[in-house]
């Protein structure tokens, strides 16, 4: 195998890939999501990895790690922090939550009252938190994960448009192949592994390699691409609405982080196409039972590249 263009990328790769085994396109997706300064939303069934995802994520890349598990009875404060009164000062200080770490996994997202739920809208947009008339700024990096069982399932909330328009991407890592699976159970545990995982990268070059997303060249014709492909979601019948011009950007941070990760510093067609139904699907909203993966792919297919 020839080695890859950014180094640093292609053994971040290869450590993930020793965590989640044979989930290749998923774990580009989040580490493109990472690399665009998005959050992530990992849907699927409980047991098939989305924690450890996020656990592996973390440890590769040497950030700062919390873990906030989402239930019924989670208070806001729980997430952001409170101000505590000290009597040695005879004032109050504000002990921060969760929320101020690099890597935030919030587990199981709609477990928790939408009340709950709108505490991230803040920290996810503006990457700070407003609480007591005060706002503080957030760690640099700060990435959200959080994971998300169906909604069929009991004692589960649905995410609000606004919450998953936060999220630059959603994937599922779903059931693994049978080889994979098998090795699960002869190997050592994957948590057991973290712990030996050694970090690939830190916060400084994670922070470089964010930047170089941005500097990733976006010729006018691909422009054009993006811009029929989010009309395209505005015309399609099984829609109600196609997708807003926030969510064009996120195709566009999107498509760079995954022409860097493939080793190019210009977009071409492919990478956008690569990124569309993970950035496009959990913003569309679809009439009747209509499958929003399905639309996406109907739109990749009905639009033509300039």
């Known amino acids: 195998m020839s080695p890859h263009p950014v180094p640093e990328l292609g053994a971040a790769l290869a450590a993930l890939s020793t965590i989640i085994l044979g989930k290749e396109r998923p774990l580009r997706l989040a580490l493109s999501c990472l690399l665009a300064r998005g959050h992530l939303l990992i849907e699927d069934l409980p047991g098939v990895g989305k924690t450890t995802l996020a656990l592996a994520l973390a440890r590769v890349f040497g950030l700062h790690f919390q873990r906030l598990q989402f239930t019924s009875d989670l208070l806001p404060a729980d997430i952001l922090g409170m101000s505590v009164f000290e009597a040695a000062t005879g004032g109050f200080r504000f002990h921060p939550g969760p929320v101020f770490s690099e890597v935030v996994l919030a587990d199981e997202i709609n477990r928790a009252s939408p009340k709950t739920q709108s505490a991230l809208l803040e920290a996810m947009e503006e990457r700070q938190v407003t609480a007591d008339g005060t706002t503080r700024a957030l760690p640099d990096p700060f990435f959200v994960v959080a994971t998300r069982n169906p909604d069929v399932q009991i004692g589960t909330y649905p995410l609000p448009e606004s919450q998953l328009d936060r999220f630059l991407m959603r994937l599922s890592l779903g059931y693994p192949a049978a080889a994979a699976e098998r090795a699960l159970l002869v190997e050592p545990e994957r948590r057991d592994l973290l712990a030996t995982l050694p970090p690939v990268l830190d916060a400084a ?61 210009g977009v071409i067609p492919e990478d956008l196409q690569a990124v569309f139904t993970a950035v496009a699907g959990h913003r569309l909203s679809v009439a009747d039972d209509a ?16």
């Open 205 to 265: 070059r994670l922070r470089a390699l964010q930047a170089e997303v941005q500097a990733v060249r976006t010729a006018p014709a691909l422009i054009d691409y993006l811009l029929a492909l989010v009309q395209a979601t505005r015309d399609h019948p099984a829609l109600r609405h196609g997708l807003s011009p926030r969510a064009g950007l996120a195709l566009k941070r999107a498509a760079q982080a995954w022409a860097l990760l493939e080793g190019r510093h």
């Open 291 to 306: 499958d929003p993966a399905r639309v996406a792919a109907e739109i990749l297919a009905r639009v033509s590249v300039p």
